[in-house]
């Protein structure tokens, strides 16, 4: 089972909007409506922002968004805010847990 | 509130079994679809998903470290329990549990996580 597939880096200006892909295969991410994304900021404990591709979380603003075509999800932050800038996995559920290797969201 | 915080030795030295214990509060291990999961974070890298273990005594491992783990709970103590062998310098570590909840058509992630605990492999 290998890992999700995500760039290691974007940015993004205060304001703007970006988007994460997560790349998988049609045994995980394509397979199934079991996509999850987590923030991380230096030191701190994952916290889920998105479930089941789109889902949000009671107290996760609207600005966090995802979507899901084929084999590849992807999380969209709109209204870029300072306090965005930290790492973000995606994770694919089926028999077990696959995380993606990691994307640092870096507000310019 | 649902709470989660992982406990057990900060140094392990190569080739010891790890013990790693976490105990929760707010929930119970016995509701229907409920679980934990262990999930570990290298310093300045990914996570790396490891066990999980549901109401049911579901168990679920990693493929790539299966026959290493091993995942249990007491539900009376509200505690899981991960014990690792043959720990390596590899294995250094922050490692975290997580609640998680999902049926058979549903999956809400792992919606709460613990602070993390810091392992060091070393002589």
């Known amino acids: 089972q290998s890992a999700l597939t995500q760039p290691a880096s974007v940015s993004g200006s205060p304001g703007q909007s970006i988007t994460i892909s997560c790349t998988g295969t049609?045994?995980?991410?394509?397979?199934?409506?079991?996509v999850s994304w987590y923030q991380q900021h230096p030191g701190k404990a994952p916290k889920l922002m998105i479930y089941e591709v789109s889902n949000r979380p009671s107290g996760v603003p609207d600005r966090f968004s995802g979507s899901k075509s084929g084999n590849t999800a992807s999380l969209t932050i709109s209204g870029l805010q300072a306090e965005d800038e930290a790492d973000y996995y995606c994770s694919s559920y089926t028999s077990s847990i696959v995380f993606g290797g990691g994307t640092k969201l870096t507000v310019l | 509130q649902i709470t989660l915080k992982e406990s057990g030795p900060t140094l392990v030295k190569p080739t010891q079994t790890l013990t790693l214990t976490c105990t929760f509060s707010?929930?119970?291990?016995?509701?229907?679809?409920?679980?934990v999961g262990w999930i570990r974070q290298p310093p300045g890298k990914a996570l790396e998903w490891l066990a999980l273990?549901?109401?049911?005594?579901?168990?679920r491992y990693s493929p790539s470290l299966k026959s290493r783990l091993t995942i249990t709970k007491d539900t009376s103590k509200n505690q899981v329990v991960l014990t690792m062998t043959n720990m390596d310098p590899v294995d250094t570590a922050t490692y975290y549990c997580?609640?998680?909840?999902?049926?058979?058509?549903?999956?809400?992630?792992?919606?709460?996580w613990g602070q993390g605990t810091t392992v060091t492999v070393s002589s």
């Open positions: 273990i549901y109401w049911d005594d579901d168990k």
């Open positions: 049609s045994s995980d991410v394509g397979g199934y409506n079991y």
């Open positions: 997580a609640r998680l909840e999902s049926g058979t058509d549903y999956y809400y992630g792992m919606d709460v």
């Open positions: 707010g929930f119970s291990l016995s509701t229907s679809g409920v679980g």
